[in-house]
């Protein structure tokens, strides 16, 4: 896979703010990306040395919209966790 593909977008929520302050960022991936294909994107994506990288299968919710009946879609997050003087700027400011 295409180091480009892999990272989709960076995930800014409450807790995923709060993790920051422990050098930990959150990123949507691609579904069929692996660990070590992330670690290698984010370092050539953002010039840091990448520790530990954890991913979460996030499963499809039930929604309903009156009659309606749909799911939202299926997608993966990963964790990574980087050097303790690196930083990633881009996010710092979000």
């Known amino acids: 896979m295409e180091i480009d593909k892999v ?3 960076f995930l800014v929520t409450e807790k995923s703010t709060d993790q920051r302050a422990e050098n ?15 670690k290698e994107a984010v370092e050539k994506a953002f010039g840091v040395k990448v520790i530990k990288v954890a991913t979460i299968n ?16 299926q997608w993966k997050k990963a964790i990574v966790t980087l050097r303790p003087e690196d930083r990633i700027e881009i996010v710092e400011g979000v």
């Open 7 to 9: 990272l989709i977008r």
């Open 24 to 38: 930990k960022y959150h990123f949507e991936v691609h579904p069929k990306a692996n660990k070590f294909q992330i």
């Open 58 to 73: 996030c499963k499809p919710k039930p929604k309903r919209m009156g009659w309606y009946r749909g799911r939202t879609r």
